[in-house]
């Protein structure tokens, strides 16, 4: 019977194992390739994301500082309408991702990633920080994620809101440590949403809440009709094409902003901010280990798409406000606060922001939308700094 001779190591080596070395060369590739495609899918969904942002706030008129500050003396209920219903609707989706089996996973690794944001936090420096954040709002008329906006549309003095924001976000990165000493709990926070304290499934909880919202909005429109709100003419909105219109129904710009939590959880497994991306464009100034050393809180934000996709969002908000405010010939048409104001606004609502762990946006859009106790705190202290600080400022003048 015949038998079969080993193959020699030249003879292994030039077939099968030719072909396994190939194989291990083109995984690295392979994997970078589709690594940077998935990099740059999600990159065009932040952006896309920024741009309706952008223009939903430019057409809520939202971002002008006149209507902040009136807001803030109750003399008209824009930006409550925008705000609230932008929470509702993010709060219903929010909810309905919770649930649905196919997006529960998404949810989790969102809400995971916003209480990561809050690491080291408690009540006491979250309330403190939210009131400066509150404070600042009511001195020059704008929010962290707005001050893009304002530059897109061409606010007077905005670009001195967005110096005192990079100011500050310095001054806070340097400062961090000895402000979380100060302000750490002697425990951990044990229950950080509103569902684990009172044992109920989000949805349950949420369902009575977005639904109580919903009537507020509702009656504030019916007793404030937003017509007699905005500063425009019948003849501004006649014959004109979305887009060329001035400004929008309150329900319809919040409820885009709101609807943009679902692609954010679905597709980036995170939820609406802005803040933290000044901190990624700060920290790129941290060239060596002694500039490190000098502030590890904004050295954590230098690398990692987790960091710059709020770079890209707040990009996007820009381009979109410019477009919006172009379209409709309002652009550069808003009065802003004077310099010197600008830049101590800028400075005080990004060290708020920071404080609180979140602005605005994060802490009143996201969190309270996914029901966190620590960012219904953070919301009362805002609107209780700015409404403390416009009463003041109202008799100072």
């Given at each position: ?5 080993p193959r020699t190591r030249s003879q292994t080596n030039g ?234 129904h309150p329900y319809l710009c919040g409820a885009l902003i ?140």
């Amino acid at each position: 019977m015949a038998t079969s001779r080993p193959r020699t190591r030249s003879q292994t080596n030039g077939t099968n194992m030719g072909t396994n070395f190939s194989r291990l060369e083109a995984t690295p590739a392979s994997k970078e390739n589709g690594l940077s495609m998935v990099v740059a899918f999600k990159s065009g969904v932040s952006a896309l994301c920024g741009l309706v942002f952008g223009i939903a706030v430019e057409k809520s008129r939202v971002f002008e500082p006149a209507v902040v500050t009136n807001q803030m003396l109750f003399r008209k209920f824009i930006m409550m309408k925008v705000f609230l219903t932008s929470l509702t609707v993010g709060m219903f989706f929010l909810s309905v991702l919770s649930i649905l089996p196919f997006t529960r996973k998404s949810y989790l690794l969102s809400r995971a990633s916003y209480i990561g944001g809050l690491n080291k936090k408690g009540y006491f420096g979250i309330s403190l920080g939210g009131f400066i954040l509150g404070s600042g709002m009511a001195v020059v008329g704008t929010c962290p994620g707005l001050v893009g906006i304002q530059m897109g549309a061409g606010v007077q003095n905005s670009v001195f809101a967005l110096v005192g924001v990079l100011t500050g976000t310095v001054l806070y990165g340097v400062t961090e440590p000895y402000l979380t000493s100060l302000t750490k709990p002697s425990t951990p926070i044990k229950y950080h949403f509103l569902y684990q304290l009172m044992g109920s499934p989000p949805f349950i909880i949420s369902f009575p809440i977005f639904s109580m919202l919903g009537i507020v909005v509702f009656s504030l429109e019916m007793m404030y009709p937003w017509q007699y709100e905005v500063a425009m003419q019948a003849s501004d909105f006649v014959g004109k094409a979305v887009l060329a219109t001035p400004c929008w129904h309150p329900y319809l710009c919040g409820a885009l902003i709101g609807s943009l939590q679902v692609p954010l959880v679905l597709i980036l497994n995170a939820t609406l901010g802005g803040s933290r991306c000044y901190c990624t464009v700060v920290s790129q100034g941290i060239i060596n280990k002694p500039m490190e050393k000098l502030s590890p809180y904004l050295a954590k934000f230098r690398k990692g798409f987790s960091n710059w996709w709020q770079v890209i969002f707040i990009g996007g908000s820009v381009v979109g406000s410019y477009i919006s405010a172009s379209a409709s010939g309002q652009y550069g048409n808003v009065d802003g606060v004077s310099p010197g104001v600008a830049f101590l606004g800028g400075t005080m609502i990004i060290f708020g922001a920071r404080m609180a762990g979140g602005c605005t946006s994060g802490h009143g859009l996201s969190g309270v939308g996914l029901l966190n106790i620590s960012s219904m705190a953070a919301v009362v202290c805002m609107f209780s700094g700015g409404i403390v600080t416009a009463q003041l400022l109202q008799l100072m003048s």
